[in-house]
């Protein structure tokens, strides 16, 4: 009589289907998933990112396979992103596996759902992700895992005109300086390396105005910023020497953009767009 040898791959899955309806586990256990860690790898004025790391521990003495995971975002019941990638992660046997998840979330999104909850210059959010591992003989198993995290909400600061000041006035031009109150809504400290943009009086440019120096601001504080500029009266008209050399309150517009740091880890060097405008006193 012929001896037939089966496969020991045929073996195990034969022992794996008797057992089904028994004892399942004591052939193998489900891996573990667990937040390992949240990092902020990037902070703007627009924009957060993370890298949630995920660790997938394998308990059993054969290998897994990360087929590929779902990822979403939640605040105050609702969620604000979700997104999936295909990724294949093999984990050893009795081995762990961290996988890095990276997460964008805008402050657009972020403020609008939780306006109500938002504390000072942070927001509690829930990252969670749903991962898919395959297993020999088995199939593919699911496993969900999140956490609650605490993310800072980074405001742009908030810019109003304050005065215009004659330094030098001639029958062919001007120069001026525009002092802007800068207020640092945040709790984090700000510094401002420079400014610049366009005076608007009577809806003409007048010219371009800068600063010379920077300024530092502390976290809920304001500071005084002097932005200076040039105009000539051959382009913009007589109506700015006679504003000028008067006794007169004007409306003024002035827009450009600020470049700004501010002091958290993470945060990458922005230039951020403004505009204001405001009654202002003529000063000489």
């Known amino acids: 009589m012929k001896n037939i040898f089966l496969p020991a791959s045929v073996i195990l899955i034969i022992l794996l289907i008797l057992s089904s309806c028994t004892d399942l586990g004591s052939f193998y256990q489900k891996p573990k998933a667990t937040v390992n860690s949240v990092e902020i790898s990037e902070v703007t004025f627009s924009s957060i990112k993370l890298i949630v790391n995920i660790k997938i521990s394998n308990p059993n003495s054969m290998g897994i396979t990360l087929s590929g995971y779902d990822y979403y975002a939640e605040l105050a019941d609702k969620r604000i992103i979700e997104g999936k990638r295909e ?13 890095p998840i990276p997460v964008k979330l805008k402050y657009s999104e972020i403020i609008p759902a939780g306006s109500s909850i938002i504390k000072d210059n942070s927001i509690k959010i829930t990252l969670g992700a749903g991962l898919n591992i395959a297993i020999p003989y088995i199939g593919t198993l699911r496993t969900e895992v999140k956490e609650q995290t605490e993310l ?14 004659v330094n030098y006035i001639s029958l062919t031009g001007a120069d001026f300086e525009i002092k802007m109150n800068i207020k640092n809504p945040n709790s984090f400290d700000m ?3 420079k ?3 366009s005076l608007i009086v009577a809806d003409k440019e007048w010219g371009k105005i800068k600063t010379e120096d920077g300024a530092w601001i502390p976290g809920d504080g304001t500071v005084i910023l002097d932005l200076h500029g040039k105009v000539d009266f051959a382009s913009v008209g007589r109506y700015a020497w006679s504003l000028l050399t008067g006794h007169f309150d004007t409306n003024i517009s002035v827009d ?3 470049d700004a740091n501010m002091e958290i880890p993470g945060f990458k060097n922005s230039r951020i767009p403004w505009d204001s405008s405001a009654k202002v006193s003529i000063i000489r």
């Open 256 to 258: 450009g953009t600020l």
């Open 195 to 197: 400014a610049e943009g």
């Open 152 to 165: 800072p909400i980074i405001r742009p600061p908030v810019i109003l005109p304050v005065s215009l000041k």
């Open 87 to 99: 990724e294949k992660v093999s984990i050893k046997a009795k081995g762990e596996s961290i996988i």
């Open 191 to 193: 510094t401002i390396n």
